[in-house]
């Protein structure tokens, strides 16, 4: 059967070591499916996800430093569904929710929460909106005249996965659709933005194996290739894992963490050094159009003093239950169904 956990381990890689970290304050409970991205350096923000009952929308902030958890409650009226397998990044002060499954159907909305007022707002669009789905992956970037794009990627809705790029347009709040000859039908991956505006993704399935092919698109040329590793060992191919960035003084590295393939679930922690792709980078070139996975503006003041640890809130462990109904797991792309029609997500 399946445990929902809400324990927290903090890894040192410098040490190489893990500690978990005593939960004090308001914590979350357990739950799985749920987003986590990284707000001012400092806060982990918590949001939504699934307790194998109810499809959860609070929202939870973590200080790294004082090492304690907080409720953030919301001071609006509207607020947005329970969901789980949305994404989630950061724009400024605000976090960017968009689409996800609620238990009886796959969404297609995006919300903003902004992190100082305590406000949800629902982004209204001028356009029709992409296909409803859940498991994909966004990033945020900067256009060349400063103007922010939301990038969605894969997902699906029940046993379809979705093709192609979704763009939207803050300004204008319309959709855009842009045909990829590379990302088909990827759905319960995870992406990391590189300095200059690479997107690289690893894991999820397209409904026949699951990837373990690591694939960079560039947001600047509109170019895919795959990336060949000098690795012996690499992560096994598996859906729900940890895909993060960070730098320790001129070493840029990705951790790659967790996951499962719907019988089995990993502990295993790779690490992928990208330095040498990036071998000319500056301070100024890493922080003048980056925004690292979270979507939060980095300090060039503070980059390479951020601390250099990688945070991970436990989703869901143990054996995949056979006779779980659709009500207690996000959707059929996160939690494989037990009937042989599909060996992954």
Sequence with gaps: RK???????EYDTELQ???EIPMRGTFPGPRDCHSAVLFKDRYMIIFG??????????????????????????RS???????AGHSAVLLGDDLIITAGWMGSRTLQDCWKFN?????????????????????????????????PLLYIFGGGSSSKRHTGICIF????????????????????????????????FFGGGDGVSWKRTLVQYDLKSDQWHKIKTSQRKEPPGAYGLSFVLYQVKHRLRAICWGGGNGDTFYSDLFELDLTHRYPMLMVRDYFCDCIVR????????DGFEQICRSLFV?????QRDTQQSSSSAPSSLITPPSSPRATAA
């Design 115 to 147: 992190l100082r007022s305590l406000l949800w707002t629902q982004v209204i669009y001028a356009s029709v909106p992409p296909r409803p789905r859940d498991s994909h992956t966004s990033v945020i970037h900067f256009d060349k005249s400063g103007r």
């Design 169 to 200: 347009d803050f300004e204008t709040r319309k959709w855009s659709t842009h045909k990829s000859e590379y990302f088909l039908r990827l759905a319960g991956h995870d992406v990391i933005k590189t300095p200059d505006c690479k997107c690289i």
């Design 294 to 301: 979270t979507g939060d503006d980095m300090d060039a003041k």
């Design 17 to 19: 070591k893990w500690r």
């Design 49 to 74: 996800g699934a307790n194998g009952s109810v499809w959860l929308n609070d929202v939870f902030q973590y200080d790294i430093l004082k090492e304690e958890w907080s409720l953030l409650v919301p």
């Design 3 to 9: 445990i929902r956990l809400n324990d927290l381990f």
């Design 314 to 318: 436990s989703g869901i462990c143990g």
């Design 77 to 83: 009226i509207a607020l947005p569904q329970g969901r």
